[in-house]
């Protein structure tokens, strides 16, 4: 029996990482169908900055309530990791309590995860009641409607479950062991400190030996099901974030927020243009094949992205801070950063699934310019990096942005009437504004 | 005031072989807006009574390209930077102050990359370091005591993080500063960037610049002070717009120092 549970322990272990190694796999693959841009500059400023926002939760705290009880469920999480250390060894070799060991500072261990458990199960249900009591405006807008509201209270129903069941786990074994069970009882004494499910003891302590093994087990088994179970709901769920808001924080844009790239494929023309000795009849240069293709200019699909920006998508946990500080958003207008990047994730999620099918992308008739993000959003951008400045991962949406403004711009000519009139005067007479550019020291004569 | 400012040109300067101290990047809004054009001036007073040698480019200069850039047009936008990069460079300027943080970022920022390398300067860090160096007193004047809030452009503060010289320079004035709830990294945009001066909004419930003038009348100001000649003209649209132009005024902090002074 107990070799039957080793094993079986063993194959679903390996099925639960393999599938998300897999995913992970998928991941990566999807994130490179971005365009390239380097972002190896810096690494101890970026090291520093991944070690300051999303190691140190710096920009989490912006919103002090949901901060401090991020920063709770995020230090369980990441604390409580270590028993499941203990849980994986003990599955596969069938001990039990396998770092009991270790002794006094075994004790302290337990009773420390205890305390987190019961932290972490304050925290996600304070985040429930945030969300489906209180009703927090960012957590109802347009977007949330569908899969990303169930998703995220999937999300904390399994942290409810999970927590759940370790503190029972607990409960049962602490009095398997204070009955003396076989297996469970150790001759040295009681193995952990249980602070938090000695208080569960009561409502088990009729139980039979064997009854509270079977519960002991279904919570243990459960326990670690489940957790392998949501390590691969994360690659279908928002939840990504615990893992990629460390690759995130890393290759964020380092420059000042105002900074936005230069095209490089324009400076070569505009330097073309420039240059009096240039030939405007010259045979374009034989290059290299392929690139021949004329660049095109901005982005109307998820390819025409760079490998950041699809990665950012990967990483919003669409927790809304950016809309609801985006001034268009808070005005009644249709933007909404965080819509932006749901879109492109999901239109990434599509293109990928194409490719995989028909071995590269076929035309679906689709595209992220115009079937998900239309132009009245990207039209009402002010540009502000409100939305940068509220991510707490470094997530840029303005680019993204400004990337589909230019294919609106330099690939259609399609801009709102009123703006290609401002840029006629610049390129007409140096200023938004119909004046001479001759008339611009006029002021200096006023009185 | 009867007579004009004296505002020297680059070429003048050429012409006599020498160079200024500092260039003085007027922008768009600063050389044609009716509104910016006292800022501009006032800006001037200031520069001429603390003795700084300024030029400025005058019918040289041209739009930096920030509204084109910030609509999408990288074209247009690198034409005109490349232009002025030429203009600049053939002075072999050095330093630019100027009043507009649109100009500012986008010579700052974005110039660099396309040959033009400038130490560039906003208007209230410029005018920081001239008390600082004590070419420039600053006293409370008409402003001691007032109650006043800064509406911070989102492209010197988020864009830049430039929060402070334009507070001390408030403060240099003895005003009584006090702060919207939206402010500094959190500000509330005006509504005017990324070209959304130059159209109409998108469709909504409210435009951006009444939600960020109700913001700023809530800490019931005399002055709301602005250092973008954008954010000027929105927040003097939103304080139309609420009806409170007998009551609060909108003012450029220089504006507000050349006051002061009685300039």
Sequence with gaps: MQLVSQILFVIILVFGVGFFTKNIQKLIKYIKLGKSVDRKDQPNERFANMARVALGQSKMVKRPIAGFLHILVYVGFIIINIEVLEIVIDGIFGTHRIFSFLGGTYDVLIASFEVLA????????????????????????????????????????????????????????????????????????IMGSFPISQFIVPLIDGLSVSTLIIVER????????????????????????????????????????????????????????????????AAPEASEGEDDVPAKFGASDVQDLNWVQLLNSYTCTECGRCTSECPANQTGKKLSPRKIMMDT??????????????????????????????????????????????????????????????????????????????????????????????????????? | ??????????????????????????????????????????????????????????????????????????????????????????????????????????????????????????????????????????????????????????????????????RDLLRKLEVELVEMRKCKSNGLCCGAGGGQMFKEPEKGNKDVNILRTEQAIETKPEVIAAGCPFCNTMMTDGVKGKDKEGQIEVMDVAEMIADADDL
């Design chain 1, 118 to 189: 019961l932290l972490v199960l304050v925290g996600v249900i304070v985040f429930w009641i945030r969300r489906n009591v209180i009703k927090l405006k960012r957590f109802w807008s347009k977007e949330m409607k569908g899969w990303p509201k169930n998703d995220a209270n999937y999300i904390l129903y399994f942290e409810m479950i999970l927590m759940t069941l370790f503190l029972l786990m607990n409960a049962a074994d602490y009095q398997l062991q204070m009955l003396g069970a076989d297996h469970y009882a150790s001759e040295a004494g």
């Design chain 1, 218 to 281: 279904a919570a243990w088994w459960l326990h670690i099901v489940g957790i392998l179970f949501f390590l691969n709901y994360l690659y279908y769920s928002k939840h990504l974030h615990i893992l990629l808001a460390f690759p995130n924080t890393y290759f964020a844009k380092l420059k000042p927020k105002g900074e936005i790239d230069n095209l490089e494929a324009v400076t070569n023309e505009v330097k073309l243009m420039m240059d009096p000795n240039a030939d405007p009849f």
């Design chain 1, 345 to 447: 994730r999901d239109r990434l999620e599509e293109v990928g699934k194409n490719i995989e099918k028909n071995k590269e992308f076929k035309d679906d008739g689709k595209q992220l310019l115009g079937d998900y993000i239309t132009n009245e959003e990207l039209w009402a951008c002010t540009t502000c990096n409100a939305c940068t400045e509220a991510c707490p991962i470094g997530i840029d949406p303005l680019s993204i942005i400004l990337d589909m403004r230019r294919y609106l711009v330099m690939e259609q000519s399609a801009a709102p009437n009123e703006l290609n009139i401002a840029m006629g005067n610049i390129e007409n007479n140096g200023a938004p504004w119909p004046y001479n550019q001759m008339d611009r020291l006029n002021w200096a004569n006023e009185n």
């Design chain 2, 1 to 166: 005031m009867a007579e004009a400012i004296k505002v020297p040109t680059m070429a003048e300067y050429m012409a006599e072989g020498k160079k200024p101290e500092v260039l003085f990047w007027v922008g768009c809004a600063g050389s044609f807006d009716d509104r910016a054009k006292k800022i501009t001036k006032a800006f001037v007073k200031l520069l001429s009574k603390a003795g700084v040698e300024f030029a400025v480019l005058g019918t040289e200069e041209s739009c930096t390209g920030d509204p084109a850039k910030r609509s999408g047009n990288e074209f247009l936008f690198q034409m005109q930077a490349v232009t002025n990069i030429e203009v600049l460079n053939g002075y072999e300027i050095e330093k630019i102050v100027t009043a507009c943080p649109h100009c500012f970022n986008t010579i700052k920022n974005e110039y660099p990359e396309l040959g033009g390398n400038y130490q560039v300067m906003h208007h209230t860090q410029f005018l920081k370091s001239l008390l600082e160096e004590g070419r420039l007193k600053v006293e409370g004047g008409k402003f001691k005591g007032k109650r006043i809030t800064f509406h911070d452009p989102c492209y010197l503060g988020r864009a830049n993080n430039e929060y402070e010289a334009p």
